[in-house]
Each structure stands twice: as C-alpha cells, then as structure tokens.
C-alpha cells in the first residue's frame, strides 16, 4: 500500500499569501495524485488531477506540480474561503490511498 | 448538475449490518464511463476508500481488502441508485461515509455525496 505523508500538518497564513502544501508518496507514483479541499461538515471537492489539472470550476490560484514522490499545491493569493483541510490521493495502486491533511488555518 | 443524495441509518448496533443508499441524479448509475463508490472517514483512519461498481457491459465491483469479507456494494438501476452494505460491524466502524462519482473511471472523485455519520453503539 503506498502511505502518502503530507507536510504541514497545520499552516497558517494570512489572507493574500501564498500556500504552499506537501505531499510525499512512498514509492513513485507517476503524477497519478489528486489534491482536494473539504470545509467543515462537508464532503471534499476535487481541485485537481493527474498532479496539476485543474477540475472543472476551479479557481486559478489553485495550482499543482510534482512528479516521482513529490507533490506541491499552491494556492498562490489566499482568498478567506480556502481556509480548509487539504488532501492528497494517489490511484497509482490499489488501494488508492489518501494523506493525511493539511490543515490551513488563518494567522 | 450531479447529485447524490445519501440516505440511511446514524446508529448501528455491533455486530449488525449498517446500510446506506445513494440516489444519483444528473447522471446513470449504469453509466459506461463513471464508477460509483464508497468512502468513509474517521479521526483514527483518515479517509478510506472502501469500494466501488461500475458498469461496462456487465456489472463489476471492486472492494478493499480491509473490509472485503464484509462488503457488498449494489446498483439499482429501477430506482438510478447503489446501496453500501458491511455486515458484522464493530465500533471501529463509527464513521462518516460518503458515496462519490469517479467521472472517468480515472479513481478521481468529483461527486460527492453530503455524508452520513454512522456510529457503531448498542
């Protein structure tokens, strides 16, 4: 099973900053990842695919890169709406997996 | 737009069977390009993704390995739905589950439904 380890787990920032989250796989995964964003008592929302595709309706400052085992989001001008948890998810194996979170909190 | 709307018990007792259904709008559950599956998180396992069906000229179901002797995943097409069932439930299953929509069959998942939060007490 691959273990996807992400990096914070918490961040604060400020709004108008820029984000920047880790994600690390334990073998390589191909750009086979997906980060998504999930707000309190809600579902995550798919904000990007194979490493830096953004889903449909997505905003542009959300942005990914990556290859091998090592993934980044960017969030490159905090709006006060993306103050969330994030997630990583690799489907290079099954199971597909996710990581931990990053929490993104305001300073 | 998609919808699901997930549907079923909050509390089940050990050793029963919790069961959930999702009701798809906006798309077939007999679709021959997206999958349909089940996620659950909880504070000690994170998000876990527990298993799928899909139909591409016949129907197909994956399922963890963790939960593979307990699981059955349903579509139903009369009614555009598929149901969760995990039998013999302990409270380390206490979670919120979610359905989701996998669009391409890529296991990205872009649908989601709103949660459901079973826990697992007598």
């Known amino acids: 099973e691959i273990v996807l380890t992400q990096s914070p787990a918490t961040l604060s920032l400020s709004p108008g900053e820029r984000a920047t989250l880790s994600c690390r796989a334990s073998?390589?995964?191909?750009?086979?990842l997906a980060w998504y964003q999930q707000k309190p008592g809600q579902a995550p929302r798919l904000l990007i695919y194979?490493?830096?595709n953004r889903a449909t309706g997505i905003p542009a400052r959300f942005s990914g890169s990556g290859s091998g085992t090592d993934y980044t989001l960017t969030v490159s001008s905090l709006e006060p709406e993306d103050f969330a948890v994030y997630y990583c998810q690799q489907r290079s194996n099954w199971p597909i997996t996710f990581g931990q979170g990053t929490r993104l909190e305001i300073k | 737009q998609v919808q699901l709307q997930q549907s079923g018990p909050g509390l089940v007792q050990p050793s029963q069977t919790l069961s959930l259904t999702c009701a798809i709008s906006?798309?077939?559950?007999?679709?021959?390009?997206?999958?349909w599956t089940w996620i659950r998180q909880s504070p000690s396992r994170g998000l876990e993704w527990l298993g799928r069906?899909?139909?591409?000229?016949?129907?197909?179901?994956d399922y963890a390995v963790s939960v593979k002797s307990r699981i059955t995943i349903n579509p139903d097409t009369s009614k555009n739905q598929f149901s969760l069932q995990l039998n013999s439930v302990t409270p380390e299953d206490t979670a919120v589950y979610y359905c989701?929509?996998?669009?391409?069959?890529?296991?990205?998942?872009?649908?989601w439904g709103q949660g459901t939060l079973v826990t697992v007490s007598s």
């Open positions: 989701a929509r996998d669009l391409t069959g890529q296991n990205y998942f872009d649908y």
């Open positions: 906006g798309d077939s559950v007999a679709s021959n390009s997206a999958t």
């Open positions: 194979d490493a830096s």
């Open positions: 069906t899909y139909y591409r000229s016949k129907w197909y179901n």
């Open positions: 073998q390589r995964i191909s750009s086979y």
